[in-house]
């Protein structure tokens, strides 16, 4: 059990599939079995109480007319009985008449018995002792006296009286099959022919076996009737098998001591609701058939699309960055796949700019090394032709040489690739220094730079280059104006370094910031390099513009972050 609660619970949860079908069914199950049940519990009692109220209808029908055709007889009975005791209504001297009065009040007597029969009367008769009866129909006596329940009534007492079922094979016309009811009723005279007489009141009871008939086959019902000694005189033919589970009505009639039992399997009682509940059930089955199909049916594109991104972002994963997943559809699912196309895309470019960025690093680092090696060399040197200057006398060759020193000792430091503003500018002045021992006061530089900058960062040796390349490119003779200028704005700092040479166009402008156009004779790499690191340290965009006017002037512009 627990293996097979593992299995179900691993299967569940590694297929989205499944889960989706599990969630629709748990969705579309829940209401269903909720409000399927509520609904077969209702129709249910409803129909059970229908068909409970149809047959105790029926049932008490069945009881009424049992009831009216006995007190219908009963009533005649004691009608023609109250009759008979008269003397004065009627007097029946003799069994065959021998006078006309006697003929005439025979006849009157038959007459008045007929005048209780109804629809149903099948006759009434008063029956002597010696065999002879009062009646328009004619009878066949004997077979009537050969009946057993004829037998049982001459045990009858005053008072007493029998009902009871038989055919009607003792008349001489009619259905000798025919259903009757008989009842049974002695005369309470002492006296004539009628001493020891007997009234026989007879229905026909086609009309009621009809009925129970009618019970029988349309309730299932099994019909039993027991007269008032107990006797069953009526029970239904192959009735099924009596089970305590069996719906039983009894009524008893007081009056006549009968009593009816009808009796109704469990199994028909609820036969409706049971129908009711199969119809449930196989809506139900139905239902979890139909929703697991359609679940299966739409999770497929959706699982299909989800298992498509998922292999996807496998390959590129595995580095494979020329994936991308074919967008068929405008839905979440189709607009997750096109942002999951231009995040690859994104990636893919973002990796080729690191490594660009990366390569042009390299490129600068190593030409910065080299640019750097050269100095130091120099460096070694110059020290050297310092000291010898310094032993001939020659002042102005030393202090050119210290202050040319004190530039390549800055050239040649690695310690920290961002310095303070005031650093680099310190370093600026001893070139500046060499520049007007070389020119003499030929140039004129202007330094307006707000103190608040200068404890500001920047690359190590960023305005060398810039003024290099304008005392070599610039001033062909070293004569002209120089004007640097470092303001501070909110989110950076910005320089212009301005001299009034002859200027450049376009061309060589583009040429200074391109490495491709730089020659093998490195001319032009240091604005290039100024350029490439500011942006290598603070992002691409900061970084160097130039602005010129062939014979007029030249405008170095950079601009970085606020760094201390």
């Known amino acids: 059990m627990k293996i097979l609660a593992t299995k179900i619970k691993n299967l569940s949860f590694r297929s989205i599939r499944t889960k989706m079908v599990l969630f629709f069914l748990i969705v579309a199950l829940f209401p269903l079995l909720l409000f399927g049940f509520l609904s077969y519990g209702k129709s249910s009692e409803i129909v059970n109480k229908q068909f409970n109220d149809y047959e105790q209808f029926a049932v008490s029908q069945l009881d009424k007319q049992i009831e009216n055709i006995f007190e219908q007889m009963y009533v005649v009975s004691k009608d023609i009985n109250q009759y008979l005791s008269d003397p004065t209504l009627v007097i029946l001297q003799e069994e065959i008449p021998r006078t006309y009065t006697g003929f005439i009040e025979i006849k009157n007597f038959e007459r008045y018995i007929e005048a209780h029969k109804t629809y149903d009367t099948k006759g009434i008769y008063l029956i002597t002792n010696t065999g002879y009866y009062y009646g ?10 050969q009946k057993p329940f ?6 009858l007492k005053e008072g007493d009286l029998w009902i009871g079922f038989y055919n009607s094979d003792h008349y001489y016309t009619g259905k000798k099959d025919e259903k009757i009811i008989g009842l049974v009723f002695p005369i ?29 086959n349309d309730l299932q019902a099994s019909i039993t009737l027991k007269n008032g000694k107990n006797q069953v005189v009526y029970k239904t033919k192959n009735a099924p098998k009596e089970l305590t589970t069996d719906i039983i009505w009894n009524n008893h009639f007081d009056a006549y001591g009968w009593d009816i039992h009808v009796r109704i399997p469990q199994e028909y009682y609820y036969q409706s609701s049971n129908v009711i509940l199969r119809y449930t059930i196989a809506a139900i089955l139905f239902s979890i058939i139909l929703v697991s199909v359609l679940a299966f049916l739409f999770s497929v594109p959706l699982t299909k699309g989800i298992k498509s991104l998922n292999s996807s972002m496998k390959r590129v994963s595995e580095g494979n960055l020329d994936t991308q997943i074919t967008v068929t559809s405008n839905d ?43 100095p130091h060399l120099l460096f070694n040197t110059l020290n050297s032709i310092q000291w010898k200057a310094r032993i001939l006398g020659a002042k102005e060759v030393q202090e050119m040489i210290y202050h040319l020193t004190e530039v390549l000792h800055e050239n040649l430091n690695f310690a920290d690739e961002l310095i303070p503003l005031k650093k680099e500018l310190q370093t600026i002045k001893h070139y500046l220094k060499v520049q007007e021992i070389r020119y003499g006061q030929t140039f004129e530089y202007i330094e307006n730079i707000h103190s608040e900058c200068l404890d500001y960062l920047i690359p190590r040796m960023t305005l060398q280059p810039l003024f290099e390349n ?14 640097l200028v470092v303001t501070v704005k909110p989110e950076y700092l910005e320089l212009t370094l301005a001299d009034n040479g002859k200027g450049m166009n376009a061309e060589s402008i583009e040429k200074l910031l391109n490495p491709n156009h730089h020659g093998g004779n490195g001319r032009g790499i240091g604005v290039y390099n100024v350029d490439q690191r ?13 602005e010129s006017v062939v014979g007029v002037k030249t405008i170095f512009s950079i601009k970085w972050p606020k760094r201390r």
Do not use: C, P
């Open 136 to 145: 328009n129909s004619r009878l066949d006596i004997h077979k009537l006296f």
């Open 150 to 155: 004829w037998k049982e009534i001459n045990s």
């Open 188 to 216: 309470e005279s002492d006296f004539g022919v009628l001493k020891g007489s007997k009234l026989l009141v007879e229905t026909n009871a086609e009309e009621l076996f009809s009925y129970i008939g009618f019970l029988e």
């Open 332 to 374: 979440e699912l189709g607009i997750l796949s096109q942002s999951f196309n231009v995040m690859v895309n994104q990636i893919k470019e973002l990796i080729e700019k690191i490594s660009m960025t990366e390569r042009l690093k390299r490129q600068a680092e190593l030409k910065a090394f080299h640019y750097q090696i050269n």
């Open 470 to 483: 304008i005392f070599f490119h610039a001033f062909e003779d070293g004569e002209g104006s120089i004007e």
């Open 534 to 546: 500011i942006r290598l340290h603070f992002g691409t965009e900061y970084g160097l513009s130039i």
